[in-house]
């Protein structure tokens, strides 16, 4: 109890401190508000404001959603169409390499083009981000059976199904959440810079909005609410992870 409670109390207490190093220091060097608000104005935003935060979060997190659902799912059977046929690996590999060397800022506008500002371009640009660090981390996984488990279940003709589900899955698993955990991020990330490129509602559109209009406050609130939606995907995965893998 002490130890899970220092966990807590340590990563808090120093968040406190750097918000009233914050506090003090805007006071103390008198930083105008259009620059560097004071936490206290940004907490006033959130109670002011609640609603207009609330009402451009709700986009951003189907948008981050659906991508994270989206471009996992894709990177998953691919992932698993390249361990079963190094011909489809060779062929689309490097392909897929070349797409994730493609600044996400520069094919964003691409997307937007093709799909419109609606939501579909933001799913497929949040979708996008996520996809490579998951095909790479599952390839692995699936590749990770060690080559004495595969003759034995070549020696005793299991199918290729059973290896797969019985095998290949299960060590993949570690591999699968650990890219989960960084895509539950980058798909917030992929969200808001679509919605930096063309959208009316959205935590993006309203960083874009509150910046043009010097609204500081409300900059650094939707950064925050970012931020903690980031942190709340992140922690869903870390949850699913451990109930799925008690190994």
Known sequence: MRKRAGNVAIPLGTAVSLLLIWQLGVRLFEVPTYIAPAPTDVLAVFVNEFSLLLRNFWPTLIESLSGFVVGNLAAILIAVAFVHSRTVERAFFPIAV?????????????????????????????????????LVNMVRGLQAVSPQTLELARILSASKAEVFWKMRLPSSLPFLFSALKIAATTCVIGAIVGEWIGADVGLGA??????????????????????????????????????VIRW
Do not use: H, Q
């Open 206 to 243: 309203l960083i874009i909005d509150s910046t043009f209009n010097f609204r500081s406050p409300l900059l650094y609130a939707t950064v925050f609410v970012s931020s903690g939606l980031s942190v709340l995907l992140f922690t869903a995965v870390s949850v699913t992870e451990k109930l």
């Open 98 to 134: 070349f797409i994730n060397t493609i600044p996400i800022l520069a094919i964003a506008p691409i997307l937007v083009l093709i799909f419109g500002a609606g939501m579909t371009a933001k799913v497929v640009i949040a979708a996008l981000i996520c996809f490579f660090p998951t």
